[in-house]
């Protein structure tokens, strides 16, 4: 097990906890590891094993750790990483290589996308293509939405992916989220995007993001495969009315 202070994101965490509720399933082969994730008693055990007070002071610890990630410097290019570790700079290597590949580089071009995250036990970035677009199309924006996604934790990240299928991932509310989201990276190009709409000559024109639902799906089965797995199940079960209940808490953007 991992010590709390070496924990660096909230999906270090999660899997370590995936990998203490494995050893527990071993012990009690009865048990149903979906019903032992919602359990707080065996959390608060497996966040005491890590050597924090509980799970909630464990994921507070982690997420804190994971914003004040966003000043680390990329080890090759030296610009800002996101919250996910990968450089924002597009040409660099590590914008879809994790920091961790930086000594073995040059297996990259030499082995399969399986073959080398299985080798070094990283995983490249999944990509989450978005667009903010208006009625004109004169200043569409794209970016990788995957930033967004991977910043909420479980329940959080089903209610938003409830929420945006239900608007067939495009809308003011989506919109609205990415650039709340993205206010914290200061010169993002949504930032921009979001200014122009606001100015006077926006008056009358309609603004929405639209984000690629099948990346998305791609995304989830890499990195939140449980989350994955409650989204298709709630998509399936409530078919016409999945999104009934479901309250995204839209914050007004900036
Ligand atoms: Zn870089």
Redesign the pocket.
Known sequence: MTNIDKVKTELELNSGLSTFLDIVIRLHPNLNKDELKGRYDLKNKYAVSIGAKNWHVAETTVRKRESAHTDVC?N????KVNAQGF?I?ET????DWPQAMSPNIEFISEMSLAKLESKFGIKKRRYISAECLIDDDTHNVSFDASDYFASLNDQELLKSLLAFDSVDWCGDIILNEMINHFKQYDDHDILKFANYIQSDKCKNIIAECSIDGLDVHEWLKTYRPKVFKSFIKNTIDDDDNFCSGVDMGIKPPI
């Open positions: 990329c090759k290019c030296g610009t450089c700079d660099c290597i590590h914008w």
